[in-house]
């Protein structure tokens, strides 16, 4: 089993920046991929970001892409998403969530078999 436990979230206001960490514990050297996803209220949960936790390979989707960067620190076993020229509808649960091999694409939430609890951003404008 791994866990996944998000922090960092807050309350910004439009044009913030916002760094979001993730720390991975228990079975890691089974993860494949580590993703953020996030949950406005009424909305469906949304990919935001991949990253590979071997290689490095990065993802975006086409609405945070130029704004947010995803990054690792293999040694803290540790995720984190930089967010920058945050908006309102950037607003939301953001969740961490660690996948193993399987048949599904990267960047569905389905594929996803570890999350953690999420972490609020709320961006005022």
């Known amino acids: 089993q791994v866990q996944v436990a998000e922090s960092g979230g807050g309350l910004v206001q439009a044009g913030d920046s916002l760094r979001l960490s993730c720390a991975a514990s228990?079975?890691?050297?089974?993860?494949?991929?580590m993703g953020w996803f996030r949950q406005a209220p009424g909305k469906e949960r949304e990919f935001v970001s991949y990253?590979?936790?071997?290689?490095?390979?990065?993802y975006y989707a086409d609405s945070v892409k130029g704004r947010f960067t995803i990054s690792r620190d293999n040694a803290k076993n540790t995720v984190y998403l930089q967010m920058n020229s945050l908006k309102a509808e950037d607003t939301a649960v953001y969740y961490c969530a660690g996948r193993r091999r399987n048949f599904y694409s990267d960047n569905d939430v389905r594929g996803y078999d570890y999350w953690g609890q999420g972490t609020q951003v709320t961006v005022s404008s």
């Open positions: 990253i590979s936790w071997s290689g490095g390979s990065t």
């Open positions: 228990g079975r890691t050297f089974s993860l494949l991929i």
